[in-house]
């Protein structure tokens, strides 16, 4: 056992450092102290798997890497530009299909004698869904705030504008609670472990 917690601290110590981070930065973005992370890199302790799979993210390595014995000399390779890139044209790729089924709807409802451009503002929030699915696997967790409330406010139009005669225009008063609601909810923090 105390073998395994040298590899993970002698891993955890060689990530944080070609990332740059000090003991304190590594822990502010995991959400525990510095001495927690101190103790991680003495091997006092080792941090449990959510952690090492937080880690192993910021590091653009497996949480299988954290684990396993390396050569002292053995360069750190993260994640690469390329995969990044894929990442991104992967998201580019599902949101450009969403747009083109939206069209393809759109002109199969038009030659059916159906003019229904709703099917337009109705891909607006599926876009965005899968914005928020795809972002919270790969992306930038901290712009989710943005995608959901921009998601609230779009399921909110598309209510509207789908009842366009009635007039609804009080729909977007439970827009401003709704929006209040999410920016609390982002600012909710763990307090840092000791």
């Known amino acids: ?13 060689m990530l944080r450092t070609s990332l740059n981070l000090t003991q304190a ?14 103790k991680w890199e003495r091997g006092e ?4 798997v959510f952690v090492l799979k937080e880690i192993a993210d910021l590091g653009g390595v497996t949480v299988d890497y954290l684990i396993t014995p390396h050569d002292p000399d053995e360069k750190l390779e993260p994640e690469t530009k390329e995969r990044r ?36 503002v109705c891909a607006i929030p599926v876009s965005l869904i899968t914005l928020l699915v795809l972002n919270s696997i790969w992306g930038d967790r901290s712009l989710n705030l943005y995608i959901i409330s921009a998601l609230v406010w779009s399921i909110i139009c598309l209510i509207y504008l789908s009842a366009l005669d009635k007039n609804w225009w009080q729909l ?6 709704a929006q209040i609601i999410i920016i609390f909810a982002f600012s909710i923090r763990k307090k840092p472990k000791q």
């Open 25 to 38: 930065q590594l822990g502010e973005k995991l959400n525990y102290s510095d001495k927690s992370v101190s």
């Open 1 to 13: 056992m105390q073998d395994n917690k040298k590899i993970v601290a002698e891993n955890i110590t």
């Open 45 to 48: 302790s080792i941090p449990d």
């Open 172 to 177: 977007f008063l439970l827009g401003i609670p």
């Open 85 to 120: 890139y894929s990442r991104r044209f992967i998201l580019l790729t599902v949101l450009a299909g969403i747009w083109a089924l939206a069209v393809l709807v759109f002109v199969i409802l038009w030659l059916a004698g159906v003019f229904s451009w709703i099917v337009f």
